[in-house]
Structures are given as structure tokens and as C-alpha cells.
């Protein structure tokens, strides 16, 4: 059997769900939001369903899905691509980032990820040959490295594959910060797998800026992103990656061996949603604004410090003013035990060694009454 996969154990997000199933806990472990999407894109899908949209698409998508996607890039972005020869669905942006990374990678080749990062970027580097070279962002601003990261660029690395908005650090890269990667990757010649599936989801005035938007990176960047997060529908796994039409054509070969297409009904309903009006965007923005704002104002005044968030779906606290003895795996076995509210031990997101203890995500993609609930539940245990 494969060795890296033996070795590996289940995800952070499984332990941690199954812990605040036995224990009756409310779950702001896992990142999915806890009402449905838009109706009419749900019913879009419906309808394809029953519009025998049941075989299989084209290999790349549904030409109706990559026009929809074209469209919101010049949309949002002011970027032009060709929804022939620059768009590749994929089922979820979980498979999007696989397929981006076997496009480009060769075995030995190096790729530089920031710490803390997504539980699944470092498994699929590995087992694709690839060899990671990580940097850490500094808390409790998750300020970026820069001379870190300039040295950990060199002549073996392929690719950067950067996310913003952040997850677990619900940080959103500056154009200055988006300035300084774009320089390495065209100094060292490298490409960037982008992780935009939080694009939509950023807050108090932060924009996202696609890395691909940058003086000279166009044909450089691979860009993912999401329907589950766009429209609140996690379980769907539909994502999109844009690409230069140099990069599209082993994209779409590693889309082949993987997954080969997408369910159509609900390419078909992700393009009714893409469409949807400014405001459709605005208010899923602004709505989970408040959702932040109502668990960080409530974990605040319990005590815990938080880091800055901008972004996602998360917000990351620190208890050490709490005074708990353990670390944050601990904390979080602790508070779903105890307090039945289940968070993530960020020390998940780090490859190992002297990772921060002292913090936890909690997820505030939830309704209003049940991270009400959640806060009670912790001031009663404190
Ligand atoms: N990247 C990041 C940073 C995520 O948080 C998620 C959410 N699970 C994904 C990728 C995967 O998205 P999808 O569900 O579309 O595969
Ligand atoms: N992206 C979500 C999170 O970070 C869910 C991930 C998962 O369940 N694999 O919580």
C-alpha cells in the first residue's frame, strides 16, 4: 500500500466532528454553513435533474458553466479568459487543486506553502512527488515572512500555492504582499496555484485581489474557485479553475484521470448562480460579517483574544487569557467534553514541529440562534 497514505491519519475535521457528535456538542469544528443556498440555484439543479441532465458533460464543463465562470472573472476581476480554452470544472475545488498541481509538477519539483495551511495541500503535494518548502505566517497578525519566503524560492520550485482568504487564518493578502509573490514567481520562474474558494467571503472593506490580476502572472497563476463556498452548498463540490490556455491543456488531461467530468445538473444550477446579481454577492459578504461580529464580540467578552479576520469562514482565538493547562488539542477535546462547543486546534494546519499550542478556529458560517447558543453554553462553563 502506499506509504505516505499509511502513514497518514484521518483529517482533523472527521475526529473533531465525530468527538461533538458523541458528546451533543455544537459543531463550529468543520467549516459548512448551517442553512441552505439560494433557492433558485437549488432549483435549477432540480429542474437539470429532471431535464435528463444525467449523462455525461464535456470533458472541461458545461459550456453554460464556463461562460458563467469567463463572465464573473471580468465581472469581479477585469480579467478577460476565454471560456473555451481557459476554464476547467472540477468537482470541488478539493479535486481543482489536485489536478492544478498535477498539471505543473514533475517528481523532485519544489512547491512553497505558508503555514498554517489546508489539511490537504501538504498530503497531495507529497504523493504527486512534489517536495514542500514551508514558511510560516507570523501570529498574532499572520504578517507574511518576506525574507522567508524569498528564501525559500530557489532554482527546484514549480510552483507557490497560496490561499487567500486564509483558512484557518481568515487572513486576505494586501496588493503589496500579492506585489512582493508576484516579483519571486516571475523572478524564479514558477507558477501559483491559487486558492481563491473564500473570494466572495471577505469583510470590513477587504477586497480579494486574484494573484492572476498581477503585471505578469496571468499566464503564471492557476485560479480555484469553489461553488460550495460561493453559494452555501459544501456538500455540491463543483469548482472552477481559470487558467491560461497554455496550462488549460494538462489541467484538463489531469481533470481526465481523476474525475473525468462534473455532474452536469449542477454545473448547470452553479451557472444560474454565477449570475445572480451584485447584490446576491454583497449580502452573503455582509451577512457573514455579522456572524463574525456576533461570536467575536461574545468570545471577547469571555475572555479569549482574537486574531485579526478578514476574511473565510473563521476566526482564530487565542485562550491563553483563559488560563487552561494543555494545549489547543486539548482545549478543543476539553470544551467539547465539557462546554459541548467544538473548535479546531490550529496546531492541525502546521506540518509538525513547535506549532503554535495556544490557538483555536471557530467557524461563524452558523445561524444567529445557534452561535447564540454556543456562546451560552461557554459562559456557562466558565
Ligand atoms: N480550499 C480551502 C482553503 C477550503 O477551506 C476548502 C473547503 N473545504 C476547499 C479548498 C475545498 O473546497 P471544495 O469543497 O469545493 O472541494
Ligand atoms: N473546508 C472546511 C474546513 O476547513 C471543511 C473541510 C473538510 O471537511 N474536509 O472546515
Given amino acids: 500500500q502506499n506509504e505516505l497514505l499509511s502513514a497518514s491519519g484521518t483529517t482533523i475535521f472527521t475526529v473533531m466532528s465525530a468527538l461533538a457528535m458523541q458528546h451533543g456538542a455544537i459543531n463550529l469544528g468543520q467549516g459548512f454553513p448551517d442553512e441552505e443556498g439560494p433557492v433558485d440555484v437549488v432549483r435549477a439543479a432540480a429542474e437539470a435533474l429532471l431535464d435528463n441532465r444525467n449523462q ?39 479535486e481543482a487543486i489536485t489536478a492544478s498541481l498535477m498539471a505543473v509538477l514533475n517528481p523532485g519539483d519544489e512547491v512553497v506553502l505558508l503555514e498554517p495551511l489546508y489539511d490537504t495541500y501538504l498530503p497531495v503535494v507529497r504523493l504527486l512527488g512534489g517536495v514542500p518548502r514551508l514558511v510560516r505566517l507570523a501570529p498574532p497578525k499572520w504578517e507574511l515572512p518576506r525574507a522567508e519566503l524569498a528564501a525559500a524560492f530557489g532554482p527546484k520550485t514549480k510552483a507557490i500555492l497560496l490561499n487567500t482568504p486564509m ?28 486558492d481563491e474558494v473564500y473570494e ?26 469553489s461553488a460550495g463556498k460561493t453559494f452555501s452548498l459544501t456538500g455540491w463540490k463543483v469548482g472552477y479553475i481559470t487558467c491560461d490556455r497554455s496550462l488549460a491543456g494538462n489541467v484538463a488531461k489531469a481533470h481526465t484521470n481523476l474525475t473525468f467530468t462534473t455532474p452536469p445538473n449542477l454545473q448547470r444550477a452553479v451557472a444560474v448562480g454565477l ?39 473563521f476566526i482564530t482565538a487565542d485562550f491563553t487569557p483563559l488560563g487552561f493547562h494543555g494545549d489547543d488539542v486539548a482545549f478543543c477535546r476539553h470544551l467539547t467534553e465539557v462546554a459541548k462547543v467544538t473548535a479546531i486546534p490550529v496546531s492541525a494546519f502546521y506540518a509538525g514541529g513547535d506549532a503554535p499550542g495556544h490557538y483555536v478556529r471557530f467557524a461563524f458560517c452558523k445561524r444567529e440562534s445557534v452561535l447564540e447558543e454556543a456562546l451560552q453554553r461557554l459562559r456557562a462553563w466558565k
Fill in 275 to 313: 449570475a445572480k446579481d451584485d447584490d446576491y454577492f454583497t449580502s452573503l459578504a455582509t451577512g457573514l460579517q455579522a456572524r463574525r461580529d456576533q461570536l467575536a464580540s461574545g468570545l471577547t467578552a469571555l475572555g479569549f483574544s482574537l486574531l485579526p479576520c478578514n476574511g473565510s469562514y
Fill in 167 to 194: 483558512n484557518p487564518a481568515g487572513k486576505v493578502f494586501t496588493a503589496a504582499e500579492l506585489a512582493f509573490i508576484a516579483d519571486l514567481c516571475q523572478r524564479h520562474d514558477t507558477y501559483a496555484v491559487c
Fill in 56 to 94: 455525461y458533460p464535456p470533458l472541461t464543463g458545461l459550456p453554460e458553466l464556463r461562460q458563467a465562470v469567463a463572465d464573473a472573472n471580468r465581472r469581479f476581476y477585469g480579467l478577460e479568459i476565454d471560456a473555451n480554452a481557459e476554464v476547467v470544472v472540477t468537482s470541488g475545488a478539493t
Fill in 200 to 225: 466572495h467571503l471577505t469583510f470590513d472593506g477587504w477586497r480579494h485581489i486574484p494573484l492572476m490580476t498581477l503585471p505578469g502572472m496571468r499566464e503564471r497563476c492557476l485560479r480555484i474557485g
